[in-house]
């Protein structure tokens, strides 16, 4: 991918038309690669919550691949873009899929308020998603 190619996807995830946004995040998916990640990371700032949520999905399965330097790459930029907030608000509206993303995206944060969330999915409906809260409550706690 060139640096053009990534200024035109960036530009596109701030567009004002929200049917180019969530065409972005399409796109930048259908990539996968780690020069992404942090588009998706900035995706994660979107104003349409269908954006958000695809890009929580999309980083939750990077972070988890078993390609070291792709799980690195998707991590990185998502400690640093602070996304916290992104990720709360999903996993208090989204669909089990995006839960168990958000959820999974947790521990990649820096951010100390991400003990919390993760207590509050200790309560989810889904035990899939409490599996994973266990999880990151024993390594954040």
Do not use: F
Not at 38 to 55: H, I, Y
Request: hydrophobic letters at 45%; aromatic letters at 2%; a negative charge.
């Amino acid at each position: 991918m060139t640096g053009d190619d990534l200024s035109s996807l960036r530009a596109d995830l701030y567009s004002p038309d929200r049917a180019v946004r969530e065409s972005a995040v399409a796109r930048i998916v259908e990539l996968y690669d780690t020069q992404t990640t942090r588009l998706l990371t900035e995706a994660l700032l979107s104003e349409t919550p269908e954006v958000r949520d695809r890009a929580i999905v999309t980083l939750a399965k990077l972070v988890t691949s078993e390609d070291d330097m792709l799980a690195l790459g998707a991590a990185r930029p998502l400690a640093e873009a602070g996304a916290l907030d992104a990720l709360a608000e999903a996993y208090g509206r989204g669909t089990t899929e995006v839960r168990m993303s958000a959820t999974l995206l947790l521990g990649a944060c820096t951010d100390p308020r991400a003990l919390g969330v993760a207590q509050d999915a200790l309560r989810d409906e889904d035990a899939h998603v409490r599996a994973v809260a266990i999880e990151l409550v024993g390594r954040l706690g």
